[in-house]
C-alpha cells in the first residue's frame, strides 16, 4: 500500500471538516483506495494553541513555501478563500506537478480556465469537487456518472442563505431584513451577505456547472444575475396564491447550440423537485431527453458536508499519484 503525502492550506471551517473526514475514514480509504493519506503538513495564519484530531504540533506551520517546497507533498489543498494569495498559491502548485484541490468558486469562476489549461500543461490534476454544493458530487457526476447523457439543461438551488431566507419568508412571513438577522445569528449568513443574497455566489457556481455540463470554458461574465434582496411580501403571497416557493435558480440551459445562465428569483410549483428543496440545502437538476430529470440533493455548506467532497478530491488525487 502506498503512503501518499498531502499539504493543506487553511485550518478553518472547512479545512477542520476536511482534516476530520481524513482521519475518521483512514481505515476505509485504505481498505477502498489501498493508499494511505498522509497529512504531512497543515498552513495557517493562527497555529491552534491545541491541537485537534490527534494530529502532531510539528504538522502545522504558518510559512505557505513549506508546502510547496516539501518534495514529498504531492497533492496540495487550497481552502483559504479569497481571488489574491491563493491563486498565486495554486499557480505555483500546478507549476511544480503537484496536483491540486480547491473550494473556492469565486477564484475558480474567475481564473478557472487557465488553471485547467496549467493542469494539463502540467500533467496534474485540478479538482474543485466542493466549489458547487458542499457535499452534492455533481461535478464528479458531470465527469462520470453523466456522461452519457446528452443535458439540455443544470438548474438548482445553488445557496443555502438564500434559500434558508427564502424558505422561512415563505412559509413564516416577516421582513427581509429580520430573516436575514436570524441567518447570520445561527450562523448560515456572513456578516457582509452580499455575495449571497445578490447571487453572486451562486453565478459563481452555475458557471462552473454550465462549464463541466456542455463542456465549454468558464464563463462568469455571461451570467445573468438578480439576487433575493428586492423581493417584497407581496411577492410571497402571490406565489403562495398559485402553489408555488420562491426560490433562487441557478440554470444553465443548451438551446439552438448557445449556452444561456442566470441567477434569478423563480417562481417554482411546491410539488415540483427544486420547489420542495428547503432550508439551508442545495439541489442540482440534471435535464436530459432520455433519463427524464435526475436531482442529487443535499447540504451545500458547512465543515463536515464540504469537507467530504474536499476529501473524495484528495483521495482521488491521491490514487492518480501512487499509480
Do not use: W
Not at 494569495?85 to 500546478?94: G, H, N, T, V
Not at 468558486?105 to 500543461?121: D, T, V, Y
Not at 410539488?271 to 439551508?280: E, P
Amino acid at each position: 500500500m502506498k503512503k501518499i503525502s498531502i499539504g493543506i492550506l487553511g485550518f478553518g471551517v472547512v479545512g477542520r471538516g476536511t482534516v476530520e473526514t481524513l482521519i475518521a475514514r483512514q481505515e476505509e480509504v485504505m481498505l477502498k483506495a489501498d493508499i494511505e493519506v498522509d497529512i504531512k503538513k497543515i498552513c495557517d495564519k493562527s497555529i491552534p494553541s491545541e491541537i485537534p484530531f490527534g494530529l502532531s504540533a510539528e504538522v502545522f506551520t504558518d510559512n505557505a513555501e513549506d508546502l510547496l517546497e516539501d518534495d514529498e507533498i504531492s497533492v496540495l489543498v487550497e481552502m483559504i478563500g479569497g481571488v489574491g494569495f491563493s491563486k498565486d498559491f495554486i499557480e505555483k502548485a500546478l507549476k511544480k506537478g503537484k496536483h491540486v484541490i480547491t473550494a473556492n468558486k469565486h477564484l475558480i469562476a474567475k481564473f478557472g480556465n487557465e488553471f485547467f489549461s496549467l493542469a494539463q500543461e502540467n500533467n496534474v490534476l485540478l479538482l474543485i469537487e466542493a466549489s458547487t454544493a458542499g457535499a452534492i458530487p455533481c461535478i464528479r457526476a458531470l465527469r462520470k456518472s453523466l456522461v452519457s447523457l446528452d443535458i439540455k439543461a443544470v438548474k438548482g438551488v445553488l445557496n443555502g442563505t438564500c434559500n434558508f431566507i427564502l424558505t422561512r419568508l415563505q412559509n413564516e412571513g416577516g421582513d427581509y431584513a429580520d430573516v436575514l438577522r436570524q441567518a447570520q445569528e445561527l450562523g448560515y449568513a456572513e456578516a457582509d451577505p452580499t455575495f449571497d443574497v445578490e447571487g453572486i455566489d451562486s453565478a459563481h457556481k452555475t458557471a462552473i456547472l454550465g462549464a463541466f455540463a456542455f463542456g465549454g470554458e468558464i464563463d462568469f461574465e455571461n451570467v445573468k444575475i438578480k439576487g433575493i434582496s428586492d423581493l417584497i411580501t407581496d411577492d410571497f403571497r402571490f406565489a403562495d396564491e398559485i402553489d408555488c416557493n420562491i426560490k433562487l435558480i441557478g440554470s444553465a440551459v443548451k438551446k439552438d447550440g448557445k449556452v444561456y445562465m442566470s441567477v434569478l428569483p423563480t417562481l417554482v410549483k411546491k410539488t415540483s423537485k427544486l420547489g420542495q428543496v428547503h432550508g439551508v440545502m442545495n439541489a442540482v437538476l440534471f435535464e436530459d431527453e432520455f433519463s427524464g430529470p435526475i436531482m442529487m440533493e443535499g447540504h451545500g455548506a458547512g465543515g463536515r458536508a464540504t469537507g467530504t467532497a474536499v476529501a473524495a478530491d484528495i483521495i482521488e488525487a491521491c490514487k492518480h499519484a501512487a499509480k
